[in-house]
């Protein structure tokens, strides 16, 4: 049995999920891997804690924080004061999750101060935070070289969807002529109740409602999303240093009602689809645009709770993965995968 | 740099196409990974070759091949009295590719006994060869654990789709539910023209001369190749024990074509379904059998070149992967692929 110590920072959408992920999942990640993932720090917006010895119990954690607490009032392993860049400078663990929100307009901060921090003090670090890996993509894979840890992000791509996995993994050796993807789940949500007849703003209102849409939706609506989704892919997947103002980007929020229902009436549907195509030159050229898809298009088929993406290669086809999402389960479950990917 | 000495037995639908791509991709390979996969060794049904120094040219290898020869006149390092068996036997590489056709009735014969002796020696194997790991899938991999090789089967699914790369890697950690597959491409072939209103003998004569149907098409057309890859699959991603046997099987050629195009009127397709569905007890209920799929059946809309496979879970939402495979490259490339997997 190896003990894995693990630091998590972000106790929201994603992380309290992965919290009630590894609580059910404990018992058998030990009979089937003898991987005993031991949760021993945590941080929210308002604190932290930290039990080096016995862990902290996620029954307790999930309890705090759905009672709206922070978990700084864990009993005895609470630190109010700290900052999620105290814990992972000060606490010792061999896995740093992150969490957090993304942050772009900020730096990508705290996050990004967290995974340099980890990597120099020897940890693994797992994130489904795009921030980070859309601001300093090559800075982190190089310290993670550097220092000898493992760097893992799947989740920041597609949500569950095992994109960079495949991506990654599976056409090596291959050149990809095209990706095409359809990585962000609130667009697609929106523009499908434009079809239905809704107003802008009562689509809005419901995405809203539903969960689907957070804040002003301006991160989601106006592509950014989407764009940094596509960065990371084209970096990790087509070996191509892409950065944001490399993508000709488009939003959603400019398209009106009649374009969306006079789709729909030829059996199209609007996605906001990303893009990679390969220039002659080996560089690619990419973009993020609201496109109507055919409905034999291999994602022209995508419902409100799916996305995908197409790798078109000279010498594995045309290979499509697609995801079933119904809730924000697999994104948060990514984490999971990633720390297995490491450890097992 | 690090030179990877190959052996590769069977020079037919596979094994040549493997051969064309390793030609066109050398320097590629060296470039981008420092590998030098060196052809050392191969092997056809009517005899051998074997350069230990320099590697065979893969130029003159195709050449012989494409102008109906045997490797076993390979100038200089021929051995017209060979078998395979007596290559792996005799030869010294780091990695066995069995690219052989399937030979269930024989015992997966001799590519099994090729197999087993690789591994004994010492060679990684990777193979699209479903015999071995049909009938002996426990003891093949018990066999790479004693002695510490690598055995990667990717081609055995699907064709080029990373099925099993993503049913074991990416699945870590989740439950599955339910698989469900359409890994054989001729019996969707087959039953489209049927539903186009062929009579049989002309949907098998267009097969046949498409090049899709092989000898009498019993292997296929009978259900035993879905039947060999469900069990694969099971083993592989399930972890459950699966033979021949556990798999309720139901071939297409008892369908008659009024079924199958009144589904068409449906705007269902047919298509050969391999299901893997769990029990209360934790085993697996596997079944082979045509079924009319919906349009919105995640493999409803798969088109003549198209293979895929729906992993549906506890933590990762439901799965969807599908390839666009128009010539059998992809499946010759899983080769590559599965060497990649191993030194990279």
């Not at 596509?230 to 070996?239: E, F, S």
């Not at 789709?263 to 906001?272: G, N």
């Amino acid at each position: 049995m190896q003990t894995v110590q693990i630091l998590l920072i972000g106790l929201g959408n994603l992380g309290l999920r992965f919290c009630q992920i590894l609580l059910e999942k404990e018992s058998f990640l030990r009979r089937r891997y003898q991987l005993d993932l031991r949760l021993v720090g945590a941080a929210d917006s308002r604190g932290a804690a930290y039990e080096p010895l016995k862990g902290l119990e996620l029954e307790k954690v999930v309890e705090l924080k759905r009672g709206g607490g922070t978990i700084a009032d864990y009993p005895g392993a609470g630190k109010p004061g700290w900052k999620a860049a105290d814990l992972v400078a000060t606490a010792d663990a061999d896995v740093l999750l992150e969490a957090s929100p993304v942050h772009l307009e900020q730096g990508a901060e705290p996050a990004l101060t967290c995974v340099r921090t980890a990597m120099r003090r020897g940890m693994h670090v797992a994130t489904p935070n795009k921030g980070p890996l859309v601001l300093a993509y090559r800075e982190l894979h190089d310290l993670a070289a550097t220092y000898g840890v493992q760097l893992r992000f799947d989740g920041t791509v597609a949500g569950g969807l095992p994109a960079l996995y495949v991506g990654q993994r599976d056409l090596r050796g291959a050149v990809v002529w095209r990706l095409e993807s359809v990585p962000n789940l609130t667009t697609g949500y929106v523009m499908d109740l434009l079809a239905d007849g809704l107003t802008w703003e009562e689509a809005l209102d419901s995405a809203r409602q539903a969960g689907t849409l957070e804040g002003d939706g301006a991160w989601d609506l106006e592509g950014w999303d989407a764009a940094a989704k596509l960065v990371i892919l084209a970096n990790a997947v087509l070996d191509f240093p892409a950065r944001m103002e490399d993508v000709a980007l488009t939003g959603i929020t400019n398209l009106d009602g009649d374009a969306l229902r006079s789709a729909r009436e030829r059996d199209e549907r609007y996605r906001l689809l990303a893009q990679a195509e390969r220039c002659a030159d080996g560089t690619y050229a990419l973009s993020v645009a609201p496109v109507p898809l055919a409905s034999d298009h291999p994602l022209g088929r995508l419902g409100r709770k799916q996305m995908g993406v197409v790798f078109s290669t000279d010498i594995y086809g045309a290979i499509i993965a697609i995801i079933d999402e119904p809730s924000p389960i697999p994104s948060a479950a990514t984490m999971l995968r990633d720390v297995l990917d490491i450890y097992v």
